[in-house]
Nanobody, 122 residues
Framework: QVQLGESGGGLVQTGNSLRLSCAAS????????MGWFRQAPGKEREFVAR????????QYADSVKGRFTISRDNAQNTVYLQMNSLKPEDTAVYYC???????????????WGQGTQVTVSS
């Protein structure tokens, strides 16, 4: 079993940056594909980025490509989301998730963090 906890959210202005972290418990972190998702009020949870277990494969939603970077440190059991050039439409609760399969579908992920709020003011 994997327990996940996000941190690093906050309130920033348009164009600024934030780095989200997701710390995982358990000795099997390095065997899981990790994903970041977000959910804005009144909207469905949507895929943001994912990274393979070894960190060799990454994938991004078109809306964040070129602005966000996902990375992981398996020695520290942590996955990161570097978010640059933030826009008001990036405002959402951001969740990290762990799954056995590298997909963009949230239903394929087995473990979820509690989420961290990111608010981008215009």
């Amino acid at each position: 079993q994997v327990q996940l906890g996000e941190s690093g959210g906050g309130l920033v202005q348009t164009g600024n940056s934030l780095r989200l972290s997701c710390a995982a418990s358990g000795r099997t972190f390095s065997t899981y594909s990790m994903g970041w998702f977000r959910q804005a009020p009144g909207k469905e949870r949507e895929f943001v980025a994912r990274i393979s277990a070894a960190g060799l494969i990454t994938q991004y939603a078109d809306s964040v490509k070129g602005r966000f970077t996902i990375s992981r440190d398996n020695a520290q059991n942590t996955v990161y989301l570097q978010m640059n050039s933030l826009k008001p439409e990036d405002t959402a609760v951001y969740y990290c998730a762990a799954g056995r399969y590298g997909t963009t579908s949230p239903i394929q992920y087995d473990y979820w963090g509690q989420g961290t709020q990111v608010t981008v003011s215009s």
